[in-house]
T-cell receptor
């Protein structure tokens, strides 16, 4: 089945650093979502994007819907130890059905205090 | 607080056993999904259901079946568990349509070990 290309796969950063990750698709999407999964838990929705070029923030997190509609970006500013986890992107288009999202492979983030 | 509840956080089963993973949601969602999560492979869709008694195969249905007799409950069945089915299993639910843009609500997961 189709999956989104998400990069990087993993990253170690120092506390206080900014983090960037991205997700690309071969298809055009009309919704992009970003989830975070804490260790041992299920993914939780962080940010939802519905329009090309849209920039949305949630605290220290900022996500953008790429203008080509084939990519999305997530930035975390001034990382803290509780940012550790796996970040997933998810996208949806008319060709994937009105309810089914396609997920990225995840970016595993580790923050060194 | 709305939620998706998976009946077990951890399970250990023997090879060849029939295994039932249960998922219940209290949001009156039409759609429910079962994923497995393995390191480096992300979330892979096993089965999904868009209505009671309806089911569709996802990307990796082999070795699994599902049951949805009531709207709020979606069960994943491993007919004869094998060691390669050791994984984290995630249940999710959602409403239908583009007017419901909030993606899926996930359960906390069941970590299954088959020995």
């Amino acid at each position: 089945g189709q999956q989104l290309n998400q990069s990087p796969q993993s990253m170690f950063i120092q506390e206080g650093e900014d983090v960037s990750m991205n997700c690309t698709s071969s298809s055009i999407f009309n919704t992009w979502l970003w989830y975070k999964q804490d260790p041992g838990e299920g993914p939780v929705l962080l940010i939802a994007l519905y329009k090309a070029g849209e920039l949305t923030s949630n605290g220290r997190l900022t996500a953008q819907f790429g203008i080509t509609r084939k990519d999305s970006f997530l930035n975390i500013s001034a990382s803290i130890p509780s940012d550790v986890g796996i970040y997933f992107c998810a996208g949806r288009s008319t060709t994937s059905g009105t309810y089914k999202y396609i997920f990225g492979t995840g970016t595993r983030l580790k923050v060194l205090a | 607080d709305v939620k998706v509840t998976q009946s077990s956080r951890y399970l250990v089963k023997r090879t060849g056993e029939k295994v039932f993973l249960e998922c219940v949601q209290d949001m009156d969602h039409e759609n429910m999904f079962w994923y497995r999560q393995d390191p480096g492979l992300g979330l892979r869709l096993i089965y999904f259901s868009y209505d009671v008694k309806m089911k569709e195969k996802g990307d990796i249905p082999e070795g699994y079946s599902v049951s949805r007799e009531k709207k709020e409950r979606f069960s994943l069945i491993l007919e004869s568990a094998s060691t390669n089915q050791t994984s984290m299993y995630l249940c999710a639910s959602s409403t239908s349509g583009f007017l419901s843009p909030y993606g899926y609500t996930f359960g906390s997961g069941t970590r299954l070990t088959v020995v």
